[in-house]
């Protein structure tokens, strides 16, 4: 790059630096702009108990989760809440589930067997199954590798439907445990959530994310999975764009309503699992997908644009470097603290140049080759 930038003419290099000097700021001015936008999420209004208590459905969907079932079902039995109850839903599955959900004979919790349908994705096709057998009015979902926080998950939840309610986003953060991927993982989990909670929290809601979201029974009886149904991923955000409608939904971020999550120990597994998730990317509508898309493709090109300008004009290239610093990683920062993320101010630094060059392969792989599976 060095020898690049030499070879060209001083004229050459000073329109080459106008260039990216514009370039750096239109990109620093519509990340200020999203940023500025998510900070919202630090200011959400706080709901108040319905006089009536809903009827709620928590729905988990397992394939083979006989070990990670034998650690939340009980967790969800141990809900403080008056009216509910627990679906089950066993996927294909091979390994004793079901004699351990019979062994615990709660009048809770009710099991279902799926074998999937033709043309359906298998984890879809068990998410209608339960949709269509709940009593509850609200269907509240997570995943079997999955543990409520609180005892009063449900009820929070269930608080933040208000009468025009009818979409719930919850947060779901990993379980933190030593090691580099993990902090990877961290940071992947906060700079998603950045964007679905704080988007969502300006009033631009694109997704939810399935380990902890909840709706109304009649939502999604009117629309249903559509013409997703035979797409594998999207069983969250996808749904929720087919259900969403202006201002029909609420953000829950506290902390009695978190769902902790197992992260991936093995780097390929992380990777499979970012690579159904993106995948999923390319069947958003432009309305839904432009603000988070022109977001990444800005937070993607800054740093390379950077390192262009560096060669070109060091001071300068290290203004735009703390310019950015101080906007844009400060209020991530500041937002990780409100979320309990355990991130330093300079691992956010590092791991801001790794994970951009991870989510650009990853979703280059996703460019490449289209085959991705669930389980």
Not at 179 to 188: M, P, R, S, T
Request: hydrophobic share 45%.
């Amino acid at each position: 790059m060095l020898t690049i930038v030499e070879c060209l003419s001083a004229f050459e290099r000073n329109i080459l630096m106008i260039y990216l000097v514009c370039l750096l700021l239109l990109m620093f001015m519509v990340q200020g702009m999203v940023v500025v936008r998510c900070k919202g999420l630090l200011n959400l209004p706080t709901f108040h108990a319905p006089r009536i208590t809903p009827n709620v459905t928590v729905v988990v969907v397992a394939h083979n989760e006989s070990r990670n079932l034998r650690v939340l079902v009980p967790a969800l039995l141990r809900q403080q809440y008056e009216n509910f109850e627990v679906l089950v839903v066993l996927d294909r599955c091979s390994d004793d589930s079901e004699d351990y959900l019979t062994s615990l004979k709660s009048p809770l919790l009710h099991i279902l067997k799926s074998e999937g349908r033709e043309g359906w994705n298998p984890k879809k096709a068990g998410i209608a199954l339960a949709a269509e057998t709940a009593k509850g009015t609200i269907l509240l979902f997570t995943d079997a590798d999955c543990t409520p926080l609180s005892d009063r998950w449900i009820s929070s939840m269930a608080e933040a439907f208000q009468p025009q309610t009818d979409l719930v986003i919850g947060y779901s953060p990993y379980t933190y445990q030593p090691g580099f991927l993990n902090k990877v993982i961290q940071f992947d989990t906060l700079f998603t959530a950045f964007q679905y909670l704080g988007l969502a929290s300006a009033g631009n809601a694109y997704m939810s994310v399935g380990r902890n979201w909840s709706y109304r029974s009649t939502v999604y009886q009117s629309l249903g999975f559509g013409k997703t149904a035979s797409i594998t991923g999207g069983d969250d955000d996808l749904l929720f764009q087919r259900l969403l409608k202006e201002k029909n939904y609420q953000v829950n971020i506290k902390e009695e309503s978190w769902v902790e999550s197992l992260p991936h120990e093995d780097w390929r597994k992380w990777f499979r699992q970012k690579r159904r998730h993106l995948s999923v990317g390319r069947h958003y509508s432009l309305k839904k997908a432009w603000l988070p898309g022109v977001f990444l493709w800005t937070w993607w090109m800054y740093l390379p644009l950077l390192g262009i300008l560096f060669f070109s004009n060091f001071w300068l290239a290290v203004v735009f470097f703390i310019l950015r610093l101080l906007v844009i990683a400060a209020i991530f920062y500041i937002i990780a603290r409100s979320l309990r993320t355990k991130i330093t101010f300079v691992e956010y630094i590092l791991l801001d140049i790794f994970y951009n060059i991870c989510y650009f392969m990853l979703s280059l792989s996703v460019l490449l080759s289209k085959k991705v599976q669930w389980k």
